[in-house]
Nanobody
């Protein structure tokens, strides 16, 4: 199983970026994909997830600014990030939930079975 996150970069506050997470080796259509982020010196935190039906969930800190979507024909999940803030600066990771830990809440790191390598997002104020 491989997850490849891409699309990070450096932008000014108020700008936009679109992250992509390309998956291989899993039955992509049937699994939820989440985005987490980790800033220096901080714990990894939940950002967003999208389940197999396309239902999306967001952390309060990004609600209204970030939009998750998926293209099952391309085995890819996207995270459109608008109105970026300095505090959005972090390494962003995508992760796949293949159902091994269904009793853990979706915002929990341990729920997810496979992780991508991360992509850096830097927002300058």
């Amino acid at each position: 199983v491989q997850l490849q996150a891409s699309g990070g970069g450096s932008v000014q506050a108020g700008g936009s970026l679109r992250l992509s997470c390309a998956a291989s080796g899993i039955d992509f259509d049937n699994y939820a994909i989440a985005w987490f982020r980790q800033a220096p010196g901080k714990e990894r935190e939940f950002v967003s997830s999208i389940d197999r039906s396309g239902t999306t969930y967001y952390a309060d800190s990004v609600k209204g600014r970030f939009t998750a979507s998926r293209d099952n024909s391309k085995n890819t999940v996207y995270l459109q990030m608008d109105s970026l803030k300095f505090e959005d600066t972090a390494v962003y990771y995508c992760a796949a939930d293949v159902g091994r830990n269904p009793y853990l809440y979706r915002t929990t790191v341990s729920r997810y079975d496979y992780w991508g390598q991360g992509t850096q997002v830097t927002v300058s104020s």
